[in-house]
C-alpha cells in the first residue's frame, strides 16, 4: 500500500466512525465515546484478517454504536475481516453468524446461522 492509498483509508475510516471534524484534536480533548471510536479507527486500521473486540459499543450512544456495526459489518462483507465480540449488546448478537454464549467461564449455548 502506497503512502497515498494509506491516507486515503485512514481518512475513510475516520469518517466511517464519525471523527472526520476531530481529527486534529488531542486524545485529551476527545470524549470517551470520540477515544473508544478512535480504538475501534486503529484496529481496523491494519485491514488486519480477525479482530478482537471487547464491548465495542459499550461507550457509544445508539446511533454512533448502530454506525459502528454497519462498518464492522460492511468490513466483514468487503475484506472478509473477522470480528470476534465479547459483549452484553444484543444488537451485536444479533447481527453475528456465529454465537457462544459464556456463562461463568462455561459455554452453555451456540447458534450458527
Known sequence: MTGAQRKEWIDYLIEK???ADWKKHKPSELSGGQRQRVAIARALVTKAPVILADEPTANLDSKTGSQILELMQKLNSELKT???FSTHDQRIV???NHVVYILDGEQVNEVRR
Open 94 to 96: 444479533d447481527m453475528c
Open 17 to 19: 466512525v464519525g471523527l
Open 82 to 84: 473477522t470480528f470476534v
